[in-house]
């Protein structure tokens, strides 16, 4: 028996600045599946689910649902046909809780109409905890601001508004990026039950593996083309990556930089109220030392306390053997200290205005202060996009319209340019496809060879064993390892992640 065609993209194309982003792009979903879809950064993928959900109008083509053309003008009315989006850049609202976030233009009221009617809180905290028990499978505080919980909890709260919704379509954009490995798997669970209910899913990674193993079929996307859809069960990750690019993949990971030199920071018995405690640890110039561990192990209060974003409450750091006091991320600017965040755009970028702006703005004191030299910004920029292949259509271009991986690179151009001592990395390649990735690694490797220092933060054990010299792992607030890059195993990063050790190590089974 068929399954019935719940949407149809029809010669979908899109043009930014007299550029295509999506290109005469022909694609259909059916209701009780699960459409894996790739494509290199900068292929359309999140703009063509885009113009599905109402965020852009077509500039040529048709969409049907259920075979009705629509025309969405905004996502309200992609949302009352039945489509809905998870964005691989959070959408929630930091200072409202979960409940609040789950309800939003849907609040229950009591007995009274109209807007001033007073809000039945207790169903809709009752309705909520029982979504979050039944359907995602994990416990969330739900009356704390979104923006003092965990990245992947922000994360769980944006699925759960999208299936509280009863969507027919689910777009998901890189669901998994911030959670951990029993996350990704309660998510996959919680997509085969949607897919078994009817409900249709769009799932977009750069996760080749999970993407192949969740979908039924996958479409790949090449600048902005249609370049072929396949069967997931008769295809291999190497099939994959081939039509993405266009050819075979190259190793990811450049051979690690051996000329060390002396250490540069040094954090001795650092701590932070519950966060974090009695973390000591150096770094050398030329090294990459990575930071694993589960969420709410402390690594990102780590990273950001370095970057004077949070302050410690004991310990001291040092910089190139002095001891040195970080209270803001002025002072660690002012110390060579960059920084690149997990959410780029709450982090990093200033979406409303251009990638060379983006680019730039650390280093002004690099320009003539009393009549910037445009001409050079507009060369630098220019480099930077020509170096780390930035797919965007011009320098003044603006960086909220780019993809996500593009995006990711402007901001590694911008510590390239700022020419820091350390740069520190939360989820480095978070979005990325597999050639960005081995772009970036190359870059960061580069600059060890300078005698930069880095620290990646990352959720990714292949990606920390792959380029980083040692990596440190993290539990319940404390250093409980120190692992050799070459030397260990996703295995044995795992074990150290999970437990309370007491000084036992791993033993390889």
């Known amino acids: 028996m068929s399954k019935q065609v719940v949407v149809e993209m029809k010669n979908i194309t899109k043009v930014f600045a007299g550029n295509k982003s999506i290109d005469n792009v022909t694609i259909h979903m059916n209701e009780g599946e699960v459409i894996g879809l790739v494509g290199e950064n900068g292929a359309g993928k999140s703009t063509l689910m885009k113009m599905l959900n109402g965020v852009y109008p077509p500039t040529e083509g048709e969409i049907y649902v259920r075979g009705q053309k629509m025309e969405f003008k905004n996502t309200r009315m992609a949302h009352e046909a039945g489509i809905n989006m998870i964005y691989q850049e959070l959408s929630v609202f930091p200072d409202f809780n979960a409940v609040q976030n789950i309800?939003?233009?849907?609040?229950?009221?009591?007995?009274?109409?109209?807007?001033?009617?007073?809000?039945?809180?207790?169903?809709?905290?009752?309705?909520?905890?029982?979504?979050?028990?039944?359907?995602?499978?994990?416990?969330?505080?739900?009356?704390t601001p979104v923006r003092n919980l965990s990245l992947a909890e922000r994360q769980m709260i944006e699925i759960g508004r999208c299936i509280h919704s009863k969507a027919a379509v689910i777009v998901m954009d890189e669901p998994t990026e911030?959670?951990?490995?029993?996350?990704?798997?309660?998510?996959?669970?919680?997509?085969?039950?949607?897919?078994?209910?009817?409900?249709?899913?769009v799932y977009i990674s750069h996760q080749l593996g999970q993407l192949k193993e969740i979908s039924d079929r996958i479409y790949i996307l090449r600048d902005g083309k249609l370049i072929t859809e396949m069967n997931a069960e008769e295809t291999t990750v190497e099939d994959i990556i081939t039509h993405m690019i266009g050819g075979k993949a190259e190793n990811q990971y450049?051979?690690?930089n051996q000329n060390l030199g002396e250490p540069i920071l040094e954090l001795k018995n650092l701590g932070h109220g519950k966060d974090y405690r009695n973390v000591s640890f150096s770094l050398r110039k030329g090294?990459?030392?990575?930071?694993?561990?589960?969420?709410?192990?402390?690594?990102?209060?780590?990273?950001?306390?370095?970057?004077?974003?949070?302050?410690?409450?004991?310990?001291e750091i040092y910089k190139d053997g002095q001891?040195?006091?970080?209270?803001?991320?002025?002072?660690?600017?002012?110390?060579?200290?960059?920084?690149?965040?997990?959410?780029r755009k709450i982090d990093g970028l200033f979406l409303d205005q251009s990638v060379e702006w983006n680019l730039t703005i650390p280093s002004l004191y690099k320009l003539n202060p009393k009549?910037?030299?445009?001409?050079?910004?507009?060369?630098?920029?220019?480099?930077?996009?020509?170096?780390?292949?930035?797919?965007?259509?011009s320098a003044e271009f603006g960086i909220g319209e780019l993809s996500g991986g593009n995006q990711q690179k402007v901001l590694v151009a911008r510590w390239l340019f700022f020419d820091p001592d350390i740069i520190l990395f939360e989820e480095p390649t978070r979005g990325i496809d597999v050639k960005a990735k081995a772009e970036i690694y190359k870059f960061l490797n580069d600059l060890c060879k300078q005698g930069k220092a880095i620290i990646i933060m990352?959720?990714?054990?292949p990606e920390l064993m792959g380029i980083c010299n040692r990596i440190l792992v993290m539990f319940d607030g404390q250093i409980v390892a120190e692992l050799d890059g070459d030397n260990t195993s996703e295995e044995e990063i795992a074990y150290y992640t999970v437990q309370e050790t007491g000084g036992k190590k791993y033993e390889k089974q």
């Open 458 to 461: 990352s959720s990714e054990s």
């Open 287 to 315: 090294e990459i030392v990575g930071l694993a561990g589960l969420n709410g192990s402390g690594k990102s209060e780590v990273i950001r306390t370095i970057y004077g974003a949070m302050t410690p409450t004991s310990g």
């Open 178 to 201: 911030p959670l951990e490995k029993a996350e990704q798997e309660q998510l996959f669970r919680i997509i085969r039950k949607l897919r078994d209910n009817n409900q249709t899913i």
């Open 371 to 393: 009549n910037l030299e445009l001409g050079k910004a507009r060369e630098t920029t220019e480099k930077y996009i020509k170096d780390l292949n930035i797919k965007t259509p």
């Open 103 to 143: 309800f939003i233009g849907g609040e229950l009221s009591g007995d009274k109409k109209g807007m001033l009617s007073k809000l039945d809180e207790k169903t809709m905290y009752e309705e909520t905890e029982k979504l979050f028990r039944e359907e995602l499978g994990i416990s969330v505080d739900l009356l």
């Open 323 to 343: 001891k040195v006091e970080i209270k803001s991320p002025i002072d660690a600017l002012q110390k060579r200290i960059g920084f690149v965040g997990a959410e």
């Open 254 to 256: 450049p051979e690690k």
